[in-house]
């Protein structure tokens, strides 16, 4: 006999746990599945909250080595480095984990329970907790939150097995001299300048004709692939990895570069940042009408599946995958399902993101590249920060800000930025993009001076006079 709840939310991530509490707290019953058993999911624990510790320790270990320590303990044994990196990693993500866990238990009708969950019909999943035990609720509604996967390729060699996915770098207890990365993409590089500033010697390699192929700005590619080479980082791209093999204590990793030449990498570990697929596994969709496929499961434009009541969220959708993201759409569905009917559709044309490199690229809106594939007639600006006054103040005079623009409306339709502090101005980028604001309602917003934001006051008017 199954139990009954209004509720069901597979997956304790930064899809399922807001959308958990707000469907509680608005007085749903809600059951709220986490097979880890502690909430936070990829991002917290092996994404995007442990990578930008060890990017803020990196930038600090770099600029220690090359100045005096002051009162701060420190030494330049960058093995001693990441003992604390880790200490303290454990410590936030510990912190965060627990802190979203008391504020669920706190909404009376929230419950969290440890274990796999797989759906037996439309309206009902049953559950294996840690110790085996089963139990199976009916729901009205479910929200499926399962994240994704690292993606290992299927190379050859006897090393296969012991090539590091992010999560199990993360928990390294040592770092290595050497990493060879495969994949040139956001967590390729992101990590390779990252262990780079820990002396880490790495290799990217890259199947694409660039690093970051189709994400960002082509310009914005050129650039961060000059500063991936002069920090040191071999970089090989149109590459084709063959085998990743043993050779005593070392791997070695063969392939074919741009060139048609092989070549062999000897390093101390090898890291596939290959990209990562939706965590459909043990949730037996088979077993309802909805509709999903390797690249995850299909939904509308409401985020419901082809399962009426049954909504999808995150990674595990088709979509972008962020975690900002995931948050977005978690809010939608749960608005969804309390107003008992579709309302609320999702717009992910107004996506933003950032990548943490250096300097860090922020995004929002149309690329180039996509604005011309949806047929709009565009034009295209650009600011040098290299005449910025306060970027020449930072002593980080180096950048560029970009609009791309609708010729028609002259309504802002993407935003991308590649400079030092990146990050910070992305939420005036997703601001204008999200609100449709054109060239004259930017270049009318009085910026205060001297900041990195007046930026967009001076390109929009630039932009205008040129038009």
Known sequence: MSMKIDVAVIGGGPGGTPAAMH?????????????????????LFVGCIPSKIIKHAADEYAALRHEPAGDRPFSKDAGVFWKEIRARMDSILS????????????????????????FTSNHEIEIEGMNGERSVYGFDHAIIATGSIPIIPPF?????QDVLTIERLFQQETLPQSVVIIG??????????MLTKLTVKCTIIEMMETILSGVVEPEFTQELAKKLAA???????????????????????????????????????????????????DLHLEATDIQFDRHGIAVDDYLQTGAPGIYAVGDVIHGPKFAHTATYEAHIAAVNILMGKNVQKADFLKNSWVLFSDPEIASAG????????????????????????????NRTPF?????????????????????????????????????NLTLQDVAQTIHPHPTLTEAFGFLAMNMLMGN
């Not at 912190?95 to 797989?118: E, F, V, Y």
């Not at 040139?184 to 300048?193: D, L, S």
Request: hydrophobic share 40%.
């Open 156 to 160: 050859k060699g006897d090393a296969v």
């Open 184 to 193: 040139g993409g956001p967590i390729g590089v992101e990590m390779a300048q």
């Open 95 to 118: 912190m965060r984990s627990a802190g979203a866990l008391q504020r669920l238990t706190q909404i009376p009708q929230a419950k969290m329970t440890a274990g796999s969950a797989k």
């Open 399 to 435: 950048g560029y800000l970009k609009f791309v623009v609708d010729k028609k409306s002259l309504a802002i339709i993407g935003v991308h930025i590649f400079a030092p502090g990146a990050s910070s101005l992305s939420g005036e980028a997703a601001m204008i993009v999200a609100k």
């Open 23 to 43: 469907l509680a707290s608005k007085g749903k019953k809600v059951l709220l599945v986490e097979k880890a058993g502690k909430l936070g999911g990829a991002c």
């Open 366 to 393: 149309y690329t180039t590249a996509d604005a011309l594939k949806n047929n709009h007639e565009i034009i295209t600006g650009t600011y040098d920060y290299k005449m910025d006054s306060t970027a020449q103040i």
């Open 231 to 281: 920090s040191g980082i071999d970089v090989f791209t149109s590459a084709k990895v063959l085998e990743v093999n043993r050779s005593g204590g070392d791997f070695i990793t063969t392939f074919i570069d741009g060139a048609g030449v092989q070549r062999s990498v000897r390093s101390g570990k090898v890291l596939a940042a290959a990209g990562r697929m939706p965590n459909l596994q």
